[in-house]
């Protein structure tokens, strides 16, 4: 069954800090990934998409980026953090032909 | 024109009623259609998925599709406080078959 491991739950960092989350996925192979973000009381804003090693579309113009390394990596990065940078993140995963599955978030305070 | 809509809400329904969740969508290329279940603080959960025009059935819960009126909907019969939560619709679609996500209808289930 496909498992979608993200870490840390929780992060607290300084404005002007990096950031750096990982996700990986166990389970599938060639997955479509997605970093999504919520602000507080707020819906998914899409992030980045990513259907393959090395390819990464952007859906929002800001100071985070993300790469994917390996087929079942994707990372998100960031080299100075703004306080607007807040909120819970999401890794998702789809198969070909299956539904979007979601890892467990990292909720990042920025301070 | 954004690509999935949703009514923020909140919806309130008292405990017993059917609660009607709507969802239009953009792409009319579009073939798979999702709706999923947030709790505050938690990832989101698929809750229900539909490809074809018509009524699905699961449980208490009901999706319906309608690709000529590019709209989608989720119906719960007899809400539980425990069903208050924030419902997400999404829509695969486009050149890459990426998921997207509406805003999220939040739902409250009045004991």
Not at chain 2, 15 to 42: H, M, P, V
Request: glycine share 10%; aromatic share 10%; proline share 5%.
């Amino acid at each position: 069954s496909q498992t979608i491991h993200q870490w840390p739950a929780t992060l607290v960092q300084p404005v002007g800090s990096p950031l750096s989350l990982e996700c990986t996925v166990e389970g599938t192979s060639n997955p479509n990934l997605y970093w999504y973000r919520q602000a507080a009381g707020r819906g998914l804003q899409l992030l980045f998409y990513s259907v393959g090693i090395g390819q990464i579309s952007s859906e929002v113009p800001q100071n985070l980026s993300a790469s994917r390394p390996q087929d079942r990596q994707f990372i998100l990065s960031s080299k100075k953090l703004l306080l607007s940078d807040s909120g819970f993140y999401l890794c998702a995963l789809d198969g070909q032909s299956t539904e979007a599955f979601f890892g467990q978030g990292t909720r990042l305070t920025v301070v | 024109q954004k690509e999935v809509e949703q009514n923020s809400g909140p919806l309130s329904v008292p405990e017993g009623a059917i609660a009607s969740l709507n969802c239009t969508y953009s792409d009319r290329g579009s073939q798979s259609f999702f709706w999923y279940r947030q709790y505050s603080g938690k990832s989101p959960e698929l809750i229900m998925s539909i490809y074809s025009n018509g009524d699905k059935e699961d449980g208490r819960f009901t999706a319906q599709l309608n690709k000529a009126s590019q709209y989608v909907s989720l119906l719960i019969r007899d809400s539980q406080p425990s069903d208050s939560a924030t419902y997400l619709c999404a829509v695969r679609g486009g050149g890459y078959q990426k998921v997207t996500f509406g805003i999220g209808t939040k739902l409250q289930v009045i004991p």
